[in-house]
């Protein structure tokens, strides 16, 4: 069963859930973040950045909760800046988000490839997916933080045990737009390829993921192949992932669909083939571009961030 929890939006393209069961939700090309109650309504503005204009893929992109948001009130964002990416940090006080701070700054930003998806994972560490902002040589580049999975602490300082003693946890993506964790405590990352070769990824520490030598299920001498290949981004362009029960499910921009994967299980190494037995797909064209997925607190329901021509809205599906 699914609903519309709230439309009229411009590109919604983050949800992230306060303790209290709020939303705040991103709005790509205006540079609000609006506020939601967990039952829905009217959408009210909660802030505001001061995002770059005149960007295909750029603006204010991912939102996540601090995980102590109870305490502190902190709200993370990712957005493009005049001159780059930047993740900062703003304070709701019960009515309003204000006093941004910068916690990290000079993440490579274009018109494509801006990644943005922030999450915190089990380990209290803040995981930021980049963008290769369509420059090749910046993914392998282990000093440039384009093209990568960043883990950082939440001040934004590089997280202990990091492979290079920086913020880089691994490289080698080319635009990565979702990340999520399963039960075994395993992160799972979704990644736009090249007009084919869509990839979900099983992160491991210090990995590679091969961009631009290889995508997909091939290998570059110790590179790590995708679990699942998309062969064509008809069917995906994947966008926010979110994992409920140890099933993934993947909203899909140009695929216009939200995939279902059961993930495997323990000991689980990808083995080239790209193929994720029992994988389905969901509302194929029915919403247009599902941009974000996210699991309800408390509730056995997903909520979709859609980006359609006749009018962005937050859907409600029950799982």
């Known amino acids: 069963m699914t609903g519309t929890i709230a439309e009229g939006l411009r590109t919604p393209w983050s949800i992230a859930f ?13 540079g609000r973040i609006l506020r939601l109650a967990g ?18 893929e750029g603006g204010l992109l991912g939102l996540e909760v601090s995980p102590t948001f109870a305490k502190d009130g902190l709200l993370y964002a990712y957005y493009t800046a005049a001159g780059a990416n930047r993740v900062v940090t703003l304070t709701w006080d019960g009515t309003s988000l204000g006093g941004e701070r910068i916690i990290v700054d000079g993440i490579p930003a274009a018109v494509v490839h801006n990644g943005g998806r922030l999450r915190f994972g089990p380990d209290g560490l803040l995981y930021i997916g980049t963008g290769d902002a369509n420059t090749r040589t910046l993914s392998p580049d282990l000093g440039s933080l384009g093209g990568k999975i960043l883990r950082v602490t939440p001040d934004g300082s590089p997280a202990p045990g990091n492979p290079h003693g920086t913020r880089v946890y691994t490289w080698g993506h080319r635009n990565v737009q979702g990340l999520a964790w399963d039960s075994r405590g395993r992160l799972w990352a979704s990644e736009f390829g090249p007009e084919r070769n869509d990839e979900l990824n099983l992160i491991v520490a210090g990995g590679d993921y091969g961009w631009p030598a290889v995508t997909g299920g091939a290998r570059s001498g110790s590179s790590v192949p995708a ?12 966008s926010g992932l979110v994992v409920v029960g140890d099933v993934a499910y993947v909203a899909c921009l140009r695929g216009q669909r939200l995939w279902r994967f059961p993930l495997p299980g323990p000991g689980y190494v990808p083995d080239g083939s790209g193929s994720l037995p029992g994988a389905t797909e969901h509302f194929r064209n029915e919403y247009g571009r599902l941009r974000d997925a996210v699991a309800v607190p408390g509730r056995n329901e997903l909520w979709l961030a859609t980006n359609a021509d006749a009018g962005s809205r937050i859907l409600r599906v029950e799982l």
């Open 227 to 238: 679990a699942f290949v998309w062969p064509s981004t008809a069917n995906a362009s994947p």
């Open 18 to 30: 306060a303790p209290d069961g709020m939303a705040f939700v991103s709005e790509r090309d205006t």
């Open 39 to 56: 039952d829905g309504g009217a959408p009210r503005e909660a802030g505001k950045v001061t995002a770059r204009k005149g960007t295909r």
